[in-house]
């Protein structure tokens, strides 16, 4: 079976840096995929790894380690539009198969 | 490039009528799924469309959903009758690539649908 676990909420301040964590069980790990959602609207694509180590896309980061069943997304220079939630998602070798966890909603103090 | 499509994006109905949601996904996109995505959960995976075959459904309650994805390409999402539980965004999204290539998933608005 799969089991993605990641926060349900963080709070962080404008300017600042915030580290959202997702570990997961899968059989037939393929990949991490980190999207954002902002509230009432569609899922929206950051990051896909599938190696291990750490990928930058301007503010955003995410980290993953295969061994440990981990990954991390690094948002930095937060803005008051980051407040979103942060979905965590598995992707499966054998059939692509694209599993989500429950998200981690963000919340950015001015 | 024009994204995913769905409609209808919001949808009211009373328990134990019938619904259905239509999805056109990017062209050219192999791969369809269908989620349900409950406020503040995250999307839940109903059904995975291969072309026009399914590759799992293994989360669809098939008492009373049913999803087809007509020559490979539109799709429609059925609920027959709807319970009050079934109140929920239903997400639509499209992948260009199968077997672990590229599989990142662009998703429509979705449909939000309220059942009293």
Redesign the interface.
Same mark, same amino acid.
């Given at each position: 079976g799969q089991n993605i676990d990641q926060p349900t909420e963080m709070t962080a301040t404008e300017g600042a840096i915030v580290q959202i964590n997702c570990t997961y069980q899968t059989s037939g790990f393929n990949g991490l995929f980190w999207y954002q959602q902002h509230a009432g609207e569609a899922p929206t694509f950051l990051s896909y790894n599938v190696l291990d180590g750490l990928e930058e896309k301007g503010r955003f980061s995410s980290f993953l380690s295969r061994s440990k069943g981990y990954s991390y997304l690094l948002l930095k220079e937060l803005q008051m539009k980051d407040s979103a939630s942060y979905l965590c998602a598995v992707s499966r070798n054998r059939d692509d198969k694209i599993i989500f966890g429950k998200g981690t909603r963000l919340h950015i103090l001015p | 490039e024009a994204g995913v499509a769905q409609s209808p994006r919001y949808k009211i109905i009373e328990k134990r009528q019938s619904v259905a949601f239509w999805c056109n996904p990017i062209s050219g996109h192999a791969?369809l /799924?269908w /989620?349900q995505q409950i406020l503040g %959960? =995250?999307?839940? #995976?109903l059904i %995975?469309f %291969?072309n026009n075959g399914v590759?799992?459904d293994s989360q669809l309650p098939k008492d009373r959903f049913s999803a087809e994805r007509l020559k490979g390409v539109d799709s429609t999402l059925k609920i027959q009758p709807a319970k009050l539980e079934d109140s929920a965004v239903y #997400?639509c999204?499209s992948?260009l690539? &199968?077997? =672990?290539l590229n599989?990142?998933? &662009? &998703? *429509? %608005? *979705?449909t939000r649908l309220t059942v009293v």
């Open positions: - | 791969t /799924y /989620y %959960q =995250g999307p839940k #995976l %995975q %291969q590759v799992d #997400l999204a992948s690539d &199968f077997r =672990g599989t990142e998933a &662009f &998703f *429509g %608005q *979705g």
